[in-house]
């Protein structure tokens, strides 16, 4: 398949907290930011995604205070970066039940959380948005979060990626192995809700979870959610060519991303999967008004209030390296670390093109995000987006939203426009679920090449 | 106690009604389709119109399979299977309300107290402070070795974890950031004052958490704290922490002496009467008259599954009544594990006769039966007793809350026992006329700090936030 007649697939990129992306534009005055405690930002915000036809709202989440920088949470505090930080679980229910076809693809670290409870809130939440959950899979990067669930320091990155992988097959058999289709029989005469043979205990016993019991939900649509991903080192691309459907980038250079695309999709063929099924978004901020003039004036607005020491305490903690203490103006060398290994390779050994150091890295991710930052006219991003399309070999983009919600309503208002004249993203959605918006109509559930779809069952014979 | 009136809450959970084995087959049960988002917000704005105090929702992380051994009869009759997470259902119910209170309960088996404060942080922000806590220590085997437990934790143990549990969250909740911590000052770049957020290095027996908490604070800090304890721990663990004990006891009498031992322990903790109140779980069945009441009443027990019964308590007691003979006569009956029951029940005069399947409906919980002024007077009965409020079943179904609402809200309005209109502020506000966060005598306001001096403009705190760091 050419990238050309690829539809451009859309997500619309959040975290419940003051600033995310961009770092220190909460002070701007269009910004609604300090709102992501009220749920009216948030129905507000779904909406504006669906009226755009977007896919999803993608939400990031990170469970730990932002502290590497300067060895403290002092620079995260003033400019609200990724601290304080709400549950980005809890407000869904609310935002499905004022939209019909948004997807909701939400980030939850496996390393964290029982596979149990969180298979159960999972399928409930399947079952109250109709089939619209996604899950993006974290490992949890931080050190911090390790220290406040009752770790001493991060499990070593690699071991966490196992503790992950065994982390999915309990979810895997939760979700597709435990109740059989025709399960709920519903039978009034006999007084019989549920046929007790066509619910199976998973029985669960391996080396990080022992999970015996039956599902305690029954199966929802889309029964196993829409699986993301965004790990980049060597065990985060073996587990998302596993497992994820959906795979999300953060790169500046479209070349940077084709090569990640490539590599995911080999391994994925590896492993007898198909590897165009697997869908790579990447994250983007578009800044964009009537005119280039406008939308540059605008930019330029924007970025007079980015955080330069924010921004830092963002990619420190993003990286676990202090960039407090290095000299802003040496460039950065290649180091292992335990944080985000993608992150750190990105801004060392995999740009040829030039060498950054702590200070490029604060401005650039100013407005940017980390991701490519376009701003013009909407003829010039929607050139800007299909030329990342064509060059990076991506499916799509999760767009930035660092004003909310006014850079989601500008990107409705002048992009998508566009792009439905150009053909290259839907005028409507043509599906219900989220696996159908991100795959196709009608593939409600996992493909049967997907790991998943190894524990579903047989049904048994009738009674 | 005096109060003003009785609170009425409605308890549910998210699944297939609960609290009656076989009852929500019944035409007049209209359980909503539990796994439908419409059909929860349509009951939510209901409640709230009926000028329900709040929503419950009971739950438990664990399928019964101590009857017989297996899940069998818990799948046939749906109970506590299959049912939904409800946390995250309470911002869609939040989202069309905007007086009603929405509790739920969680065991502190299921989830890392950080987490789990995070989370109840969050939803007291997406709600302005309309969130309470049911805490459960979880009493199914079942829950526990799906959390990978070997098998549950003894009783006592349970409550001493769920005891540092709260001190976990209390810190979190209470003592990570200060009152005026939050400056969101765009001119000085100041979202928070680093000066007044605190790690709270919590080192304890059961949990490590670092801090500080990851969320601001919400209106009510700590969420309005329920219990159900009855046992001895169970009910010191209530009378330390609970705002609102829940309890079911038979009748009046029996809620008198729970009531006057969990206040007599609550004082000896520093706290006032007013401070926590009492809140029985109901089964109403309500008729134009008495006789009406009572062939309804009769008619509803004939779909009892004596079976679910059975399954149902086996979960609960922890003992496999498996082997009980329903149709042999209850004088001949002896049963390891609800023997008590049995007798407290003949003692009671209830079931001198009969089988064990015609006393089946006896262990559903209180209920009362009657026409609207007679429940009425039932009601002020429990109330002399010492109960501040009912938390009332969907029995047979959801259908309940409406026939509540249709025919009996009215007649407690009008003497007086129930609120016609919402009092203002927080879910905490409404229920005591209180502030909106817990009185500095709670347990967990010993965790408060006090506030650091006022800044002058422009300057940074001299304390750092971080605070393992030189």
Redesign the interface.
């Known amino acids: 398949v050419s990238s050309v007649e690829k539809r451009i697939r859309l997500h619309g990129l959040r975290q ?1 907290t ?2 995310h992306t961009a770092v ?1 534009l ?2 701007h005055p269009d910004s609604q930011a ?1 709102r992501y ?3 009216d930002f948030w ?1 507000e915000s779904a909406q504006i995604l669906e009226r755009g036809k977007f896919d999803a709202l993608f939400i990031a989440d990170a ?3 932002l ?1 590497v920088y ?5 620079a995260a ?4 970066v990724q ?5 980005p ?6 935002m ?3 939209t019909r076809h948004l997807g909701f693809a939400v980030t939850v670290s496996s390393t ?3 596979p ?2 969180f298979a ?2 999972m ?3 399947d ?4 089939g619209r959950i996604g899950w993006n899979i974290v490992t949890s990067a931080l050190d ?1 979060a390790a ?5 001493d320091q991060q499990i070593p990155h690699d071991e966490r990626y196992k503790i992950a992988d065994e982390f999915m097959e309990v979810v895997y058999k939760l979700w597709e192995g435990s109740w059989e289709d025709d399960a ?1 029989v519903g039978d ?1 005469q006999a ?6 043979v066509r ?1 199976h205990p998973i029985e669960h016993d391996g080396a990080y ?6 599902a ?3 199966p ?1 649509l889309q029964r196993t959610p829409v699986l993301y991903q965004a790990g980049t080192s060597t065990a985060g691309k073996a587990f998302a060519a596993r497992h994820a459907e959906g795979v999300f980038l953060s790169t500046y250079r479209p070349e940077m991303a084709r090569r990640m695309v490539s590599d995911v999709r080999e391994l994925a063929r590896g492993m007898g999967r198909e590897p165009e099924s697997l869908k790579f978004i990447t994250m983007a901020t578009v800044i964009v008004a009537a005119t280039e003039a406008e939308a540059r004036a605008k930019h330029a607005d924007y970025a007079a209030y980015a ?1 330069l020491e924010g921004s830092l305490a963002r990619f420190s903690a993003l990286m676990q390296i202090d960039l407090s203490q290095l000299d802003p103006d040496v460039p950065l060398e290649y180091v292992e670390t335990e944080g985000i290994r993608g992150v750190v390779e990105r801004f060392t050994r995999l740009d040829s093109s030039r060498r950054w150091t702590p200070r490029d890295i604060a401005d650039f991710v100013g407005v940017s995000g980390g991701g490519p930052l376009i701003v013009g006219s909407p003829p010039q991003v929607a050139d800007e987006l299909e030329r990342w399309m064509e060059e990076a070999d991506i499916d799509g983009f999760n767009i930035c939203d660092p004003v909310p919600p006014a850079t989601f309503a500008d990107f409705v208002q002048y992009v998508v426009p566009e792009l439905q004249r150009r053909g290259r993203v839907w005028t409507d959605y043509e599906g219900n679920t989220l696996r159908e918006s991100l795959l196709a109509p009608g593939h409600v559930r996992v493909s049967a090449d997907h790991p998943a779809a190894a524990f579903r069952r047989l049904p048994s014979p009738a009674r | 106690v005096k109060r003003d009136r009785l609170i009425f809450s409605a308890f549910t959970g ?1 699944g ?1 009604p609960n609290h009656g084995p ?1 009852l929500w ?1 019944h035409p007049d049960a209209r359980p909503i389709d ?5 059909g ?2 349509a009951l939510a704005h209901r409640l709230e119109q009926a000028r329900f105090d709040m929503v419950f929702f009971g739950d438990s ?3 019964p ?1 101590v009857y017989r051994g ?3 009869q818990a ?4 109970i ?6 409800p ?6 119910l ?3 309300t905007s007086e009603l209170g929405l509790t739920f309960t969680s065991s502190t088996l ?3 107290p ?2 789990f404060a ?2 109840l ?3 007291d ?3 302005n402070g309309r969130i309470g806590w049911n805490i459960v220590t979880g009493y199914a085997a ?1 829950a526990a ?4 437990l070997a098998e549950l934790p003894a009783h006592d143990q349970r409550y001493h974890e769920a005891d540092e549990y709260m001190e976990v969250v209390y810190k979190l909740w209470e003592e990570s950031w200060e009152d005026g911590a ?1 400056l ?1 000052d ?1 001119r000085r ?6 000066g007044r ?1 605190h790690p709270i290095d919590h080192e304890g027996k059961y ?6 908490h ?3 604070p ?1 209106p009510q800090r700590t969420p309005v704290l329920f219990q159900a304890g009855s046992s001895e721990v169970g009910r010191s663990f209530a009378a330390h922490h609970a705002e609102a004990v829940f309890l079911i006891a038979r009748g009046p009498a029996g809620a008198a002496t729970l009531v006057g031992d969990v206040r007599a322990r609550a004082r000896g903790f520093g706290r006032h009467d007013g401070d926590l109140f009492f809140l029985q779980g109901i089964w109403f069945v309500i008729g134009d008259s008495e006789a009406d009441a009572r062939r309804r009443e009769a008619e509803l027990i004939e779909w009892v ?1 004596a079976e679910g019964v059975l399954a149902d308590l086996s979960g609960k007691l922890g003992v496999d009544l498996g082997d009980v003979d329903l149709d042999k006569p209850v004088d001949e009956l002896r049963v390891r594990g609800v023997q008590g029951i049995v007798d407290s029940l003949r003692d009671a005069g209830e079931a001198q006769q009969g089988t064990f399947r015609d006393l089946t409906s006896r262990l559903l919980g209180a209920r009362v039966v009657g026409a609207p002024e007679q429940i009425a007077d039932r009601l002020t009965t429990w109330a002399e007793a010492g109960i501040d409020g009912f938390n009332v079943m969907d029995t047979p179904g959801h259908g309940a809350f409406d026939d509540f609402a249709q025919h009996l809200a009215p007649v407690l309005q009008r003497r007086g026992l129930m609120q016609r209109e919402y009092r203002a502020g927080t879910l905490r506000e409404k229920l005591f006329g209180s502030e909106p966060q817990l009185p500095a005598r709670h347990p967990a306001r010993r965790h408060r700090r006090p506030a650091a001096p006022i800044l002058e403009d422009g300057k940074d705190s001299a304390v ?6 030189a």
């Open positions: 419940s003051v600033g220190g909460w002070r300090r405690r009220e749920l129905l469970l730990g205070p502290e300067q060895g403290r949470v002092d505090l003033r400019d609200g601290t304080p930080t709400d549950d679980l809890l407000v869904i229910s609310a499905a039940a004022v964290y959380e029982q149990y409870q159960r809130k399928t409930t939440l079952h109250l948005s109709e911090s220290r406040n669930l009752g770790l709920v009034v007084g019989v809700l549920i046929d007790p619910v979870f022992r999970v015996p019991g039956i305690l939900s029954e929802s955080s | 998210l297939l076989g087959w539990h796994t439908n988002l419409e929860w917000m992380v664990g399928a399979d297996s899940t069998e799948l046939i009759d749906a506590g299977i299959p049912s939904g997470d946390s995250v259902l309470m911002s869609a939040a989202s069309v299921q989830e890392h950080f987490n995070r989370k942080s969050t939803l922000h997406l709600s079942s070795r799906n959390f990978g939050v969101r765009a770049r100041m979202y928070a004052d680093p957020v949990f490590r958490v670092a801090g500080p990851l969320p601001e919400s599954s750092s936030a971080g605070g393992r760091v």
